[in-house]
């Protein structure tokens, strides 16, 4: 059994606030142990539920967070950016399970801890009409290749996203309790990964289905602003619909994501 983790930062017990997330400064260090350690815990959960291949995938920022030199030892560390498929760059249809680990909500949802999606440019996504987070933008890239997201961590709001769009067998870890964008209520950390742990095991032997979307597929994407969308709609085979909204639309949801992947880095450039 080969198990793909994805590990992003702002969901992880012990973390509320944006400055804790960032390169350079005060608490960015520890972040990275707290970051480091939510890891561990989903791979211990691997390895003793059967896996014989895990795959970590740092999933933050610059892609360069996690500790490697405190990351288990039987697993592989995806690092660096920037990576063709993003979070994702790595996962294909050798895999059986996703794991999102330390995951936030999409941008807009109310009392989410730090929610997003992918870009501070970014007011809403959708995907033939459904909206989605990062959680949805990746379980389907996983569903293109036939993989399932099998585990969700992160905020109550996150786990929430996921289970209304996935389906309530996929399992989920709230490890904090959203109270405002940078408030929560959250675990220790230590009992924050020994829930990863336990679901771990417990999700890879259940069986899951992946999220699969059939073409076309429309990609929707809302900006902050009016000129975020000026320069993101310069993308070849993308549309305006909207004072701030682009869409790009495909049979192939892997060309789907790589428009999205570009939209929302033209949009930052505004």
């Known amino acids: 059994m080969r198990v793909f983790i994805s590990v992003d930062m702002e969901g992880v017990a012990g973390i509320v606030h944006s400055d804790q997330t960032l390169p350079h400064t005060p608490e960015y260090a520890q972040s990275c142990r707290l970051m480091t350690g939510e890891a561990n815990a989903a791979v211990d959960g691997a390895l003793a539920a059967g896996a014989t291949e895990v795959v970590v995938s740092d999933a933050h920022w610059d892609m360069r967070n996690i500790i490697p030199d405190e990351l288990h030892p039987a697993a592989e560390l995806l690092q660096g950016s920037p990576r063709p498929w993003s979070m994702m760059h790595g996962l294909d249809d050798r895999f059986d399970a996703l794991c999102l680990v330390g995951c936030h909500a999409r941008a807009g949802t109310t009392a989410a801890v730090i929610d997003h999606t992918y870009s501070p440019a970014v007011f809403d996504v959708r995907l ?8 949805g933008l990746n379980a389907a890239f996983a569903g293109y290749h036939g993989v399932p997201v099998v585990l969700v961590t992160g ?42 742990r336990a679901a771990m095991m417990e999700t890879l032997q259940r069986k899951h289905e992946p999220y699969r979307l059939t073409g076309p597929i429309t990609l929707s994407v809302e900006f902050m602003r009016a000129g975020q969308a000026d320069i993101a709609g310069m993308l070849p085979g993308a549309e305006r619909v909207g004072a701030r909204t682009v869409a790009f639309t495909h049979d192939d949801y892997l060309m789907v994501f790589r428009a999205w992947r570009t939209l929302f880095i033209l949009g930052n450039a505004e």
């Open 155 to 196: 905020d109550n709001t996150a786990v929430a996203e996921a289970q209304a769009l996935l389906g309530d067998h996929v399992v989920g870890v709230a490890v904090k309790q959203g109270l405002a964008r940078g408030a929560a209520r959250a675990l220790a950390p230590t009992v924050a990964r020994n829930r990863i």
């Open 128 to 135: 033939n009409d459904q909206p989605v987070g990062e959680i």
